[in-house]
């Protein structure tokens, strides 16, 4: 896919105090506070109007926004594209805002980051680009396994040490690449995480037996516990009844592996013999500089063949590989050959066990000039206390603008006529206005102005076409009275037409 597919989605971070109520509203925590995050925190909702909404539910069904901050938790959450995704309980401060479309293929299909500022009390608006995602993605972005959906309050804890809890129920459990999710329900209790002595791969869930509580009557309410765990291994969680969930390791992420680009000629000149093999092709993409095949080999010098007599579309291309002898010992490794290759024509490569892939010409055709909707030529200064400009519209409409600028000895005055072109005459002018030189016209040199007119008046030429673009060229003869380039005296013959309108 294309870098230049892009779509602007808004989402608003309602930022506000998120307090922890759930049905204790009318009970007193007396709880020592862990962290700062706890303190001012606000929270942050992402949604799609409508019309994005139309736009991404083609290829995309599930969001994943993702906050993280130097010193805190990364704050996770996911969600369905048609709905309103919040990440809570956020600290006051800077944030960094990832956000993922993904299908249920779990591929990512559209992502983009930004930052936001957390205010409390306030509301903030950050937008983030939503860019389509392609083989090469500049921001890294690891889908978690969908976790279930949940209404409720969320804490952020981190594994310790110290006494073993007290029971609170493990109602359900699961994991991700960022970390342990526990989902609960409490009722004048705090949530603790403790480590299991000499062992690196078990935790226990459980109430904080070190902090003292005092309530008031009230009823359980859930609760979501995240605990930021990025180990990879395998992991126990269990409650302090001795209740066990086994949470499988997540994916790590492999450090990305580079290849080196080996060139090769074509078309080629070399003979196929008997010791040449076809080389496999893993992988293969084209751009509009050559074509690029993923392979692997060793013994080899690797070079593609062409049958140039072919005629007919596509075009094949065979990834060969010529031996070589050596008693230095050759590793198998991973290569990116790169074939210089025009962007014209459907190209199919072949390698190793006749796998064959179709690349797609990348040629775009140049797209068509547009026609010119505007001239003007104006002229100023010198001997004339008139200055003078002509406007041509593309329906043949000229417009004669006589000015007397304020700086004369007479009083300052404007006046304008107006005419209408014969076609045939429209029809020469639009030959010379639509050509090359008029679009791109050359540059007038800078002279040293001698042996030039003095005080010549500067005249000033614009055409302006269809597309926005628009050239100009201007002429002093008392700087330069050099040879003139052809672009400037094919536009001679177009003034003389519109001066002849207006006697």
Not at 169 to 188: H, K, L, M, N, V
Not at 294 to 305: N, R
Request: glycine share 6%.
């Amino acid at each position: 896919m294309s870098w230049k597919s892009q779509r602007i989605i808004s989402s608003i971070a309602c930022l506000g105090v998120a307090l922890l109520l759930g049905a204790c509203q009318e009970r007193e925590v007396l709880v020592q506070p862990q962290s700062n995050q706890t303190q001012s925190a606000g929270q942050l909702a992402f949604r799609l109007n409508d019309a994005e909404l139309l736009t991404v539910r083609a290829t995309a069904d599930s969001v994943r926004i993702e906050a993280s901050r130097a010193g805190y938790p990364v704050q996770v959450n996911i969600g369905s594209v048609s709905e309103t995704t919040v990440l809570a309980n956020m600290a006051v401060g800077t944030w960094t805002l990832k956000v993922a479309l993904y299908d249920a293929s779990k591929s990512i299909r559209w992502y983009g980051e930004a930052t936001v500022e957390v205010i409390p009390g306030k509301q903030s608006n950050v937008v983030v680009t939503l860019k389509r995602a392609t083989g090469s993605i500049g921001i890294q972005i690891v889908l978690d396994t969908i976790a279930p959906s949940t209404d409720t309050n969320r804490m952020t804890l981190t594994v310790t040490k110290g006494s073993y809890p007290g029971y609170l129920p493990i109602e359900s459990a699961w994991r991700t690449d960022s970390g342990i999710f526990i989902q609960t329900s409490t009722y004048c209790q705090a949530p603790v995480v403790r480590v299991i002595p000499d062992s690196n791969n078990a935790l226990r869930f459980g109430a904080n037996p070190d902090i003292m509580v005092k309530c008031r009557v009230g009823n359980a309410a859930p609760l979501t516990v995240f605990v930021p765990w990025t180990s990879c291994g395998n992991l126990t969680l269990l409650d302090a009844k001795g209740k066990a969930y086994d949470l499988p390791g997540v994916s790590c992420i492999p450090p990305p592996v580079e290849y080196d680009t080996v060139t090769v000629q074509f078309p080629s000149n070399q003979i196929i013999n008997q010791m040449d093999a076809a080389l496999p092709i893993e992988k293969a993409w084209r751009t509009p500089d050559g074509i690029y095949l993923l392979t692997s080999y060793d013994y080899f010098i690797p070079f593609v063949w062409s049958n140039l007599q072919q005629n007919s579309s596509p075009g094949s291309l065979f990834l060969m590989g010529s031996s070589i002898a050596t008693f230095a010992p050759v590793k198998l490794l991973h290569h990116i050959v790169f074939v210089p290759y025009p962007p014209q024509g459907d190209v199919s490569v072949i390698g190793r066990e006749s796998v064959r892939i179709l690349l797609p010409s990348p040629y775009i055709p140049p797209s068509v000039d547009s026609s010119f909707t505007t001239y003007e030529t104006s002229s100023s200064g010198g001997l004339s206390l008139t200055d003078t400009k002509y406007q041509l519209f593309a329906n043949g409409v000229v417009v004669l603008h006589n000015t007397t600028p304020a700086w004369s000895n007479y009083d300052s005055s404007s006046s304008y006529q107006k005419a209408i072109l014969h076609p045939d005459s429209l029809k020469v002018i639009f030959s010379i206005l639509n050509t090359s030189p008029s679009r791109h016209p050359n540059v007038i040199p800078d002279g040293n102005g001698l042996n030039c007119r003095t005080d010549a008046p500067t005249i000033t030429r614009t055409v302006v076409y269809a597309d926005g673009i628009s050239s100009t060229s201007s002429l002093n003869i008392s700087n330069y009275c050099g040879p003139l380039p052809a672009s400037w005296n094919a536009l001679d013959r177009v003034d003389a037409i519109l001066r002849a309108l207006f006697p």
